[in-house]
């Protein structure tokens, strides 16, 4: 049996049952059990020994932790979020210990109701469910809230309805972060949390908890799924943002994150290489989607016969080749970052693999076949004038010459690279005395890593780098069949969570010939998919899920797909499979004419950008071709009462 405990009121005032108040989340016991404080004298002492774990930034809330395992969260008035800080003086912070009776918080309940908001506080036991009774005293006062089963044996019956009516008059976003949060088991059940473009993503303790048909419901909601080990609630661009702010003040301590680090530890082997190379590689993408899209102007103007000045045009492609050929840089300055290490060493890591006077390795390897129909080796080729710049510096080391050469343009070598010399670094770090650190530890891993980079990981990364990509690529550009198998999967690939292994392919196809035709094969895929939820929204008969599926659908059409196929399609499968057939015919069609985008990370109508270097009628056709078949077939083929 659990067993009952006894706890000091943190703050001076009359003790009132919890239940009593007006706030209805923390009265309906959603935060946990315990009292409120009406009338509090401005002070708030610790009730016991133990630690703050955390010191909301506004001030108005404090969680903390008995050195016994009580787990205290008190929320000074209500809705004094919104104070911004105002009217509150901290006297301690997040991490520190702290003994009974010691002054932890300092306001003004003067300003506080000055400013239009209650001066009640509630003090409630997050963890309740590890206790029986809890008893808060005071001055001879206390207030007793009972073990969970007999609380809900003493009030009877309560519908969730009941519960989340409460919630009907509140502003959008609170209402819909109080109602998940009573669906998902309350904060108890949550882990971390966190948001992406679109989607609340929860870590939580027992799913079986989550009452999902409830969730569904809430309006505002667009639909809700399981992905990569997260419960994941869709809300849209925008909105979520607003919810998650609002759905983190219902259990402060979720604000130091570590949702990404959860759900990592959970995924599987596939889904871990793909979260960290997206990791490293959503980072670089917005530099390389400026320059495509520069690219793809330059094109459009230069092909309606516009004449420039040779030096203008220069600095044009000053702007259009710099990422590319400094990409190495980028590439180990992010993994750096993801990994831990120094970003500066990452850059000039990166930037030794692409310094201006080792030859290129794709003109190495474009002279390669040339110099062996002659019979001649490298070494001996190197000599030769005519391949001057395009053989590999030959370097002595006494029993081995090894092959020296540039790596612009690649991605892989950097990748390696990154990840050895953040570990390294750290490595370092663990011996060498703070004293020399700042000077040791940084010539060791540039010097170390640069070393390996040209004689072990550069050859070969780049060896496996050209295999890989290079047997895709040929892929790609197989009439048909590579654009039709790819536009059909692309978006299956995406529900599994693993899509982000695709950015270093894109990467490479744009450093190594310039244009990106996965891009046009991804996005019909995504267009197939909008058409197919616009019509699913199109035959609704009830007007509020129609209003709800088109909401879902408008997204798609920008390049997010996740609303229409979690929020619609895949909930009813067939639409799901109908737009996959758009994908694969858009596909199809966008490898028979060859057509690939100036640059990535951009789709659908922002991706027209892309496509302004002559290609911009076929890309629309495309389009045109995944979006009608993906919603014809689901218009006609589709029985809504499915």
Same mark, same amino acid.
């Given at each position: 049996?659990?067993?009952?405990?006894?706890?000091?009121?943190?703050?001076?005032?009359?003790?009132?049952?919890?239940?009593?108040?007006?706030?209805?989340?923390?009265?309906?016991?959603?935060?946990?059990?315990?009292?409120?404080?009406?009338?509090?004298?401005?002070?708030?002492?610790?009730?016991?020994?133990?630690?703050?774990?955390?010191?909301?930034?506004?001030?108005?809330?404090?969680?903390?932790?008995?050195?016994?395992?009580?787990?205290?969260?008190?929320?000074?008035?209500?809705?004094?979020?919104?104070?911004?800080?105002?009217?509150?003086?901290?006297?301690?912070?997040?991490?520190?210990?702290?003994?009974?009776?010691?002054?932890?918080?300092?306001?003004?309940?003067?300003?506080?109701?000055?400013?239009?908001?209650?001066?009640?506080?509630?003090?409630?036991?997050?963890?309740?469910?590890?206790?029986?009774?809890?008893?808060? %005293?005071?001055?001879?006062?206390?207030?007793?809230?009972?073990?969970?089963?007999e609380e809900a044996a003493a009030a009877g019956p309560v519908e969730d309805d009941d519960v989340i009516k409460q919630f009907a008059g509140l502003p959008d976003a609170e209402r819909v972060a109080k109602s998940i949060m009573h669906y998902v088991g309350g904060p108890d059940n949550v882990r971390t949390a966190e948001h992406c473009a679109t989607r609340?993503?929860?870590?939580?303790?027992?799913?079986?908890?989550?009452?999902?048909?409830?969730? %569904?419901?809430?309006?505002?909601?667009?639909?809700?799924?399981?992905?990569?080990?997260?419960?994941? @609630?869709?809300?849209? =661009?925008?909105?979520?943002?607003?919810?998650?702010?609002?759905?983190?003040?219902?259990?402060?301590?979720? /604000?130091?994150?570590?949702?990404?680090?959860?759900?990592?530890?959970?995924?599987?082997?596939?889904?871990?290489?793909?979260?960290?190379?997206?990791?490293?590689?959503?980072? @670089?993408?917005?530099?390389?989607?400026?320059?495509?899209?520069?690219?793809?102007?330059?094109?459009?103007?230069?092909?309606?016969?516009?004449?420039?000045?040779?030096?203008?045009?220069?600095?044009?492609?000053?702007?259009?080749?710099?990422?590319?050929?400094?990409?190495?840089? *980028?590439?180990?300055?992010?993994?750096?970052?993801?990994?831990?290490?120094?970003?500066?060493?990452?850059?000039? *890591?990166?930037?030794?693999?692409?310094?201006?006077?080792?030859?290129?390795?794709?003109?190495?390897?474009? /002279?390669? /076949?040339? @110099?062996?129909?002659?019979?001649?080796?490298?070494?001996?080729?190197?000599?030769?004038?005519?391949?001057?710049?395009?053989?590999?510096?030959?370097?002595?080391?006494?029993?081995?010459?090894?092959?020296?050469?540039?790596?612009?343009?690649?991605?892989?070598?950097?990748?390696?690279?990154?990840?050895?010399?953040?570990?390294?670094?750290?490595?370092?770090? =663990?011996?060498?005395?703070?004293?020399?650190? *700042?000077?040791?530890?940084?010539?060791?891993?540039?010097?170390?890593?640069?070393?390996?980079?040209?004689?072990?990981?550069?050859?070969?990364?780049?060896?496996?780098?050209?295999?890989?990509?290079g047997a895709v690529q040929n892929f790609l550009t197989i009439p048909v069949v590579g654009g039709l198998i790819i536009g059909g999967l692309q978006q299956v690939i995406v529900i599994f969570g693993v899509h982000h292994v695709f950015s270093a392919l894109e990467i490479y196809l744009l450093s190594t010939q310039g244009s990106d035709p996965f891009n /046009?094969?991804?996005?019909?895929?995504?267009?197939?998919?909008?058409?197919?939820?616009?019509?699913?929204?199109?035959?609704?008969?009830?007007?509020?899920?129609?209003?709800?599926?088109?909401?879902?659908?408008?997204?798609?059409?920008l390049g997010i797909t996740e609303p229409a196929i979690f929020g619609i399609n895949l909930r009813l499968m067939k639409p799901f499979m109908f737009g996959c057939v758009g994908g694969a015919a858009g596909g199809a069609v966008s490898s028979f004419l060859g057509l690939a985008g100036t640059g990535m990370g951009i789709t659908v109508l922002p991706g027209?950008?892309?496509?302004?270097?002559?290609? @911009?009628?076929?890309?629309?056709?495309?389009?045109?071709?995944?979006?009608?078949?993906?919603?014809?077939?689901?218009?006609?083929?589709?029985?809504?009462?499915?």
């Amino acid at each position: 049996m659990a067993k009952d405990i006894r706890i000091s009121s943190p703050l001076s005032g009359k003790l009132v049952p919890l239940n009593s108040i007006n706030d209805p989340v923390f009265a309906s016991g959603a935060m946990g059990r315990g009292v409120a404080v009406q009338d509090p004298k401005g002070q708030v002492f610790s009730p016991f020994d133990g630690e703050i774990t955390v010191f909301f930034p506004t001030g108005h809330a404090i969680g903390l932790k008995s050195d016994d395992g009580i787990e205290l969260l008190i929320h000074v008035g209500m809705d004094t979020v919104k104070m911004n800080g105002e009217g509150f003086t901290p006297k301690a912070e997040a991490g520190d210990k702290i003994k009974r009776g010691q002054l932890l918080l300092e306001f003004s309940p003067e300003a506080i109701k000055k400013a239009g908001f209650e001066t009640t506080t509630p003090v409630v036991v997050t963890n309740h469910a590890e206790f029986g009774d809890i008893t808060v %005293e005071l001055d001879g006062q206390e207030v007793t809230a009972k073990a969970a089963a007999e609380e809900a044996a003493a009030a009877g019956p309560v519908e969730d309805d009941d519960v989340i009516k409460q919630f009907a008059g509140l502003p959008d976003a609170e209402r819909v972060a109080k109602s998940i949060m009573h669906y998902v088991g309350g904060p108890d059940n949550v882990r971390t949390a966190e948001h992406c473009a679109t989607r609340l993503r929860l870590i939580v303790n027992d799913k079986s908890k989550i009452q999902e048909k409830k969730i %569904e419901n809430i309006e505002g909601v667009k639909g809700q799924f399981f992905a990569a080990q997260q419960y994941q @609630i869709i809300c849209g =661009t925008g909105f979520v943002d607003k919810v998650t702010e609002e759905f983190i003040k219902l259990k402060p301590a979720l /604000a130091g994150g570590g949702g990404k680090e959860a759900a990592y530890a959970e995924m599987s082997l596939m889904q871990k290489i793909s979260r960290t190379l997206g990791d490293v590689f959503v980072p @670089i993408i917005p530099v390389l989607v400026a320059t495509g899209l520069f690219m793809g102007c330059r094109g459009a103007i230069l092909s309606m016969g516009s004449e420039w000045d040779p030096n203008f045009l220069l600095m044009t492609q000053v702007l259009t080749d710099t990422a590319f050929a400094f990409l190495p840089a *980028l590439v180990c300055w992010s993994t750096m970052n993801k990994f831990g290490g120094t970003a500066v060493i990452g850059i000039v *890591l990166g930037l030794m693999l692409v310094f201006p006077g080792l030859p290129n390795a794709y003109v190495v390897g474009g /002279a390669a /076949a040339e @110099i062996a129909e002659k019979g001649l080796t490298w070494v001996e080729a190197s000599a030769l004038p005519e391949y001057a710049g395009k053989t590999p510096i030959p370097l002595d080391l006494g029993f081995v010459t090894i092959p020296l050469v540039g790596y612009q343009g690649s991605v892989l070598p950097a990748l390696v690279l990154g990840i050895f010399a953040a570990k390294f670094q750290q490595f370092l770090k =663990t011996f060498i005395p703070d004293m020399i650190d *700042l000077i040791v530890t940084p010539f060791l891993t540039l010097t170390v890593s640069m070393a390996l980079g040209f004689l072990v990981v550069g050859p070969i990364m780049h060896g496996l780098e050209s295999i890989v990509f290079g047997a895709v690529q040929n892929f790609l550009t197989i009439p048909v069949v590579g654009g039709l198998i790819i536009g059909g999967l692309q978006q299956v690939i995406v529900i599994f969570g693993v899509h982000h292994v695709f950015s270093a392919l894109e990467i490479y196809l744009l450093s190594t010939q310039g244009s990106d035709p996965f891009n /046009a094969i991804i996005t019909c895929a995504t267009i197939a998919q909008g058409g197919a939820a616009l019509a699913v929204s199109l035959k609704t008969q009830d007007p509020r899920k129609r209003a709800l599926y088109i909401s879902s659908t408008v997204p798609a059409f920008l390049g997010i797909t996740e609303p229409a196929i979690f929020g619609i399609n895949l909930r009813l499968m067939k639409p799901f499979m109908f737009g996959c057939v758009g994908g694969a015919a858009g596909g199809a069609v966008s490898s028979f004419l060859g057509l690939a985008g100036t640059g990535m990370g951009i789709t659908v109508l922002p991706g027209m950008l892309l496509y302004m270097n002559g290609q @911009i009628v076929q890309y629309i056709i495309v389009n045109v071709i995944a979006f009608a078949v993906g919603f014809a077939l689901t218009y006609v083929l589709f029985k809504h009462d499915e």
